[in-house]
């Protein structure tokens, strides 16, 4: 099967780039001295994880009990879910630990260890929690100079139903920084706050089993990751339009894109329009900050070069282009087929069922994504 | 089983207000002298469609072929899918012609009805097919005064494999009016531009079985539909906080929330983060030209109640408000459940696998969404 056979609007996956971008981090992280536990909520498939993971211990990271749930069915022993955990979840999440070596969780609220004790107890199970710490991100996580900071792992510590597994964040700041050195000022940030912190509890004797950090650009730019366990980079696998202006990767190592084909034409207005819309390709505005112009994704043919074009406004089966070139627009008749490189990947891969998986110009396979929650 | 019961995040459906708004506009188009025809791009349902079309003929219009394929394996037998067809689904749409009495397509496009008539032919049936017109909006559809907007007609009523099903418009800038008489002026347009082209077909000696309009703005508010055949409204059987904004509705209207819980709280910055995401809400933007502070959605507690707050920015998995009221920041526990009114229902809709079913405080039943293409 070629790309012309393939359903519109479908999801394309470059499986030579999903390799070559995993074995690029994989090398850099081993460089660095620490395990990968790839986050898999960019592409929530199974196939890519295992590429992700070869050569490596496993792990993986998850952001929702559905992929928990998902690859722990398809042989995955060993999972972090990096949300922080509410009541609602405790039964499946305990449930959830059973069909699976290891499935850590994490908190950063006091309020929660006692009640996770108490359900895990009644299970007759011990649950890894790590304490969720904020380096900088101010998204989710406690402050390290807090006083929680230092009561929730002694609350887990002391729990019988608990295990402490350490502390983890995120810098989800480094993908807002505006030059290199604010992005290795951000990776540093994550490790010194990690270790410093770590170091702190220790000395108050408190047991930290993993460091655990990691973001796509923090993990790509940091100098050295010296008292870090691990890292968990997502975005790395497939990369984006906005990773690529970003500066994260360049575009050609970008491995998905939307195949979509030309539904409507109109010459006097220069305007074309893709049935790729706000369901297949999502509404994420992408680095606008940076390039306004970005639209909700670049046109490349299916061969992957870059018209030129961007996807300028979304509905929500409808995708509308301006096409200024004649010489371009003639070529876009309907029934042409475009492959559009979104902005923004694991929300594009979240509205799809399944990648068709392209090696070199054959679509080789169906890989398919674990969706909900 | 009740809210406190259903995984989170999951969408709530509120089954009264469904059977009311359903109950309105079937009303309303009887009082307008058309038939109705539903978009189940909102909400991709047999359930809900079932609702929509009691005591009407049972058309519905689709999106995606796959709604159609969907709706058409659940009884509905009388299908328009109102995205123009292009070349790579013809053989889709084809097929499941025949798996109903009547798929109509449609077209605004001179190079696809020899090319669909010629796979008709092959095919052995003959398909129904619609001259999109554009009204105004400029997204898709023939400018009535252009070549082609006889050309197109001639072409679908000579081809043997081809019926020319008459001539339909959507009139999508009517979501962009800015008062109650922009809109009523969009509305008559949709009419009178369609009304005036009918003629002009018949006075070619074109014959024009239907004419079909319709958005769920200028469906509730035109004065008469003279001269149509159908409308075919959407998003009224949910509405959403954009349509309650823009005054389409009221908020009471409603039918659709997402259920989250709160995972995170950080009093110093009076934040609260809550599990439903990007992928749980989507990221459309919503009414945010008129009310900038809209954000991402409206926190109504479990009964339905306004918080006065806005969830103010989304990532993936994770949704965050702002809570300056320290008495409803003290309520707002981690485990704490609320209902988001997401600002457009078809696209948070179409995110989900399934319904909850709310009548009154019970959860009653689980009502599955047809996603894909």
């Given amino acids: 099967m070629n790309l012309q056979d393939v359903k519109t609007p479908s999801l394309v996956l470059d499986a030579g780039r999903v390799r070559r971008n995993a ?67 405790f039964d499946d999440a305990i449930r959830l630990s059973g069909a699976c070596e290891r499935l850590a969780l994490i908190t950063d609220d006091a309020s929660v260890p006692p009640l996770l004790d108490e359900a895990a107890r009644r299970a007759g199970v011990r649950v890894d929690l790590f304490l969720k710490v904020d380096c900088g991100y101010h998204r989710c996580g406690v402050e390290p100079d807090s006083p929680e900071a230092l009561q929730i792992p002694r609350l887990i510590a002391d729990a019988k139903g608990l295990r402490f597994a ?9 993908y807002h920084a505006r030059s290199h050195g604010e992005l290795l000022e951000i990776a540093r940030q994550e490790r010194d706050v990690m270790r410093e912190f770590a170091a702190r509890l220790r000395a108050e004797g408190i047991e930290v089993p993993t460091v655990s950090v990691g973001s796509t650009p923090t993990t790509t730019q940091v100098d050295h990751l010296e008292g870090v366990d691990e890292a968990r980079p997502g975005n790395y696998i497939f990369f984006d339009a906005f990773q690529a202006t970003l500066g994260s990767c360049s575009f050609d190592d970008c491995a998905l894109t939307v195949l979509a084909a030309i539904v409507h034409r109109d010459r006097a207005r220069r305007k074309i329009v893709i049935d790729a819309g706000a369901v297949a390709l999502s509404k994420d505005r992408g680095a606008a900050d940076i390039d306004p112009a970005c639209g909700f994704g670049r046109v490349l043919d299916l061969e992957g070069r870059d018209l030129g074009l961007r996807v300028e406004s979304l509905s929500q089966e409808h995708g509308a282009l301006h096409v200024e070139d004649e010489a371009v627009f003639d070529r ?13 990947s694991c929300l594009t891969a979240a ?23």
Same sequence: chains 1, 2.
Wanted: hydrophobic content about 35%.
């Fill in 166 to 174: 350490g502390i983890l964040t995120h810098a989800g700041h480094s």
């Fill in 23 to 89: 074995a690029r981090m994989s090398e850099r992280v081993k460089r660095l001295g620490v395990e990968l536990r790839p986050h898999v909520k960019t592409h929530k498939c199974v196939e890519v994880a295992r590429i992700q993971t070869e050569g490596q211990r496993g792990g993986v990271t998850v952001s929702t009990l559905g992929e928990a749930r998902a690859f722990a069915a398809r042989g995955f022993r060993d999972i972090t879910y990096a949300v922080p955990i509410e009541p609602g979840k």
């Fill in 351 to 373: 509205q799809h069922s399944h990648y068709n998986v392209l090696e070199g110009e054959r679509v080789v396979d169906r890989w398919e994504i674990q969706r909900g929650w």
């Fill in 332 to 344: 876009l008749t309907v029934g042409t087929r475009v492959r559009v490189l979104a902005n923004h």
